[in-house]
């Protein structure tokens, strides 16, 4: 009899989590390469996206989808004619502000295995296929499996590095490039949490960080919390609109971890702003200004 009721128990226990779970969408992934499946990542300005990477030997797609998961945007990533035919196109770091400082717009790295020399060749792209850099016969270093935003991006207190590999056997070079953008984290700096793109948010702030706007909407006054990365006294909170166009520009120093911000000057509308430093970008966030 204790044993049925246990059995029962359990069997009702079970039940109760499965119907916690609710089944949302399912995407169809097709030919997949970025982090082999579709991914909840989380821009800067952007906030929280689903994205998906379909392709093939030379060419492909990257599509983003809201919350709801109706389609946001979709951008196709530039043949590339010494991709091997075997291979595939690997997409990773799709960002709107790790490869670039405006945050308005879509990057990202591919790498693939080039029919020539066998070597991963890499480049990044913006959303309209502009070439942005390019290097042959590297590829990133990854630490283990290679998932999306894991190992070859780190952040330093120099800024956020890439390091790209050069050779898979016998004598190799590892090629370390300065980023001019960063990845917006509370949750990933030096982790593997799948996120995409400014400086790190978190609360120990040896690596500074920017908050949130408040009141937001505004209309006359904002104030913006923020700490300059360590070893850095001064720093600009610089404003943009969805253009990408710099609108007003606010010094903060090392002496105060909040700043008040006149906003009468600007039009009304939807703003973006960061926290520049000498050691790069810190943060990005979003605001609405309203008259």
């Not at 089944?23 to 169809?28: A, L, Q, S, T």
């Not at 080039?114 to 502009?130: I, M, Q, S």
């Not at 390019?134 to 630490?143: A, I, N, Q, Y």
């Amino acid at each position: 009899m204790k044993k049925l009721l246990f059995t029962l128990i359990l069997a009702f226990s079970l039940l109760s989590v499965k119907a916690q779970l609710t089944f949302e969408h399912k995407y169809d992934t097709g030919s997949t390469a970025i982090g082999y499946g579709v991914h909840l990542v989380h821009f800067s300005a952007h906030n929280y996206l689903y994205v998906m990477a379909n392709c093939n030997a030379q060419h492909g797609m990257v599509e983003l989808y809201n919350l709801n998961h109706t389609l946001y945007k979709q951008f196709a990533i530039p043949p590339q004619q010494k991709a091997g035919i075997n291979g595939q196109i690997t997409v990773c770091y799709v960002s709107d502000s790790l490869f670039n400082t405006n945050p308005v717009n879509f990057e990202y790295l591919i790498y693939f295995s080039d029919t020539a020399t066998y070597f991963f060749d890499t480049r990044v792209y913006d959303e309209a296929g502009n070439l942005i850099f390019s290097r042959d016969s590297v590829g990133p270093v990854w630490g283990g499996v290679p998932t999306m935003f894991s190992q070859p991006v780190q952040y330093s207190s120099a800024g956020y590095k890439i390091v790209l590999q050069k050779g898979m056997y016998g004598q190799k070079q590892a090629y370390v490039y300065g980023l001019p953008g960063a990845l917006p984290c509370s949750e990933c700096a030096n982790s593997n949490i799948i996120t995409a793109i400014d400086g790190p948010t978190n609360n120990s702030g040896n690596n500074g960080f920017l908050r949130n706007a408040y009141p937001n909407p505004a209309k006359h006054s904002v104030t913006i919390p923020y700490q300059l990365p360590e070893g850095i006294n001064t720093g600009q909170i610089v404003f943009y609109d969805l253009q990408g166009k710099e609108i007003k520009q606010i010094p903060v120093g090392r002496a105060f971890t909040s700043v008040d911000i006149s906003v009468s000057d600007i039009a009304a509308g939807t703003y973006l702003y960061i926290l520049r430093t000498s050691g790069g970008d810190v943060g990005s966030k979003k605001m609405v200004i309203i008259k």
